[in-house]
């Protein structure tokens, strides 16, 4: 008895449990298949969301790897003073949006803007140049680009939530995550004496011209 009851279960286990198993695999599939298959951006419905979608990333990822260049053009000039880990902490951040647009660009074979060699230069100048100006010049540099991203930031996010704010809910996690690390680095900025500049509100708004129309050309280009 004892015999008969080993073999029937080797039976069972070479010949009934891989089809219950491959049955099982079959009843799972659906589920696997209606789970989301994007991490950020649904899939395109049509030519003009999908252009839409592009010029969100693009302008975006421009706007991080432009901000990477600002901030180490400030370390090389003040990276060993008082301030220097100040502007390495508000650096480490935008390294992660920079890396997280990196990653949705290529999930999605988004082109990248052709100006990247521009701003690439541009922003290591103006980093640099402005921290030139001791911490206060720094300071008012962040603010300034930082409230400038911000804003766009705000307006992308009311643009979405305008179109359909179900299906662009993880694309408005990310945003608004990276708005709200753009505003404190604009608090920090005021909080260090950035105002105490001689020129600040004419470094400002020229500052600010430049991202407006950075921020326009990105988008196309």
Not at 33 to 45: D, E, H, K, N, T
């Amino acid at each position: 008895m004892q015999r008969a009851a080993h073999t029937a279960l080797h039976v069972w286990s070479r010949v009934v449990g891989p089809a219950l198993i491959r049955q099982c695999s079959k009843c799972r599939a659906p589920l696997l298949l209606s789970a989301r298959a994007y991490s950020v951006i649904p899939p395109p419905r049509d030519a003009e969301e999908r252009e839409m979608l592009h010029r969100v990333l693009r302008v975006d990822h421009a706007g991080e790897y432009g901000a990477n260049r600002i901030y180490a053009g400030q370390m090389a000039v003040l990276g060993r003073s008082r301030t220097g880990p100040l502007i390495q902490e508000m650096w480490d951040q935008e390294k992660k949006h920079l890396a997280k647009f990196n990653e949705i660009m290529a999930e999605n074979r988004v082109r990248p803007t052709a100006l990247l060699p521009l701003w690439n230069v541009a922003g290591f100048v103006l980093g640099a140049s402005t921290a030139l100006l001791g911490k206060e010049g720094a300071m008012a540099c962040t603010v300034a680009v930082e409230e400038s991203i911000s804003e766009h930031y705000n307006s992308q996010i009311r643009a979405l939530m305008e179109e359909d704010p179900d299906r662009y809910t993880e694309l408005l996690k990310v945003i608004k995550e990276f708005r709200d690390d753009e505003l404190e680095h604009h608090d920090t900025g005021l909080e260090h004496d950035a105002e105490s500049l001689p020129g600040f509100w004419l470094l400002k708004n020229a500052i600010q011209l430049g991202c407006k129309a950075a921020i326009y050309v990105s988008q196309r280009v």
